[in-house]
């Protein structure tokens, strides 16, 4: 009976954890929707000046094309516009054993995905009048391979800033800290040694104030 006891305890904690993950994708979604239709249309099309590296970089950590990338893009265009002339949006395209095993054409098509998502912030940014480019990577660690390519840029942009975002719970519990692994610190931490700096934004939407 303790080993049942002990599996069903297991599997309740199993069932709670997917219960959580998946209420806080589903408010994601719903973040993701109210920035659909931005840029707005009157703001179509503005001039865009030439990119130029020596000027004021912003490098802007994106996980494909979505509501929190949008925030911290538009966050850094509201607080540090006459700052920054640039901007550059970077990914990393995970890949999972899953693709290992299922061939290299999942691997081409996530390499294909994360190109169109880093395109669709770089038209947003020209929509905007904002001169915008991409890079990225493909891998199997986001930390080590966005550091990586923090550092990277750091040598081709002479003036860049990185910023990145996190999803701020209104009543924090003791369990977010194990469920959320807090990418951007672990960036932060890594590049920070490099001398660069990495600033962190957070979204504390009225939806997400109720998970």
């Not at 973040?31 to 001039?47: N, R």
């Not at 904002?130 to 990586?148: H, K, L, N, W």
């Not at 002479?158 to 999803?167: M, V």
Request: proline letters at 5%.
């Amino acid at each position: 009976w303790i080993t049942a006891a002990i599996t069903s305890v297991l599997i309740g904690v199993c069932f709670a954890i997917r219960r959580h993950y998946r209420g806080v994708v589903s408010l994601i979604s719903e973040v993701d929707k109210i920035f659909e239709d931005i840029p707005p249309d009157e703001l179509l099309p503005k001039k865009v000046i030439p990119f130029d590296p020596k000027q004021p970089t912003a490098i802007i950590l994106v996980n494909g094309y979505t509501g929190l990338g949008v925030h911290i893009f538009l966050s850094v265009l509201n607080q540090f516009r006459e700052i920054f002339k640039n901007v550059v949006f970077i990914s990393v395209g995970v890949i999972d054993s899953s693709m290992f095993k299922a061939g290299g054409q999942y691997v081409e098509e996530l390499e294909n995905e994360t190109k169109k998502a880093l395109e669709r912030y770089v038209h947003l940014a020209n929509d905007l009048g904002i001169p915008a480019e991409t890079a990225y990577r493909i891998g199997t660690d986001v930390v080590d391979d966005a550091s990586e390519l923090c550092i990277e840029l750091s040598k081709k942009y002479e003036r860049p800033t990185f910023f990145a975002g996190e999803i701020v719970f209104h009543r924090p519990k003791w369990f977010h800290r194990l469920l959320h692994n807090y990418t951007p610190y672990a960036i932060q931490r890594r590049i920070r040694l490099e001398g660069l700096t990495l600033m962190i934004l957070p979204m504390l939407d009225e939806k997400l104030r109720k998970a």
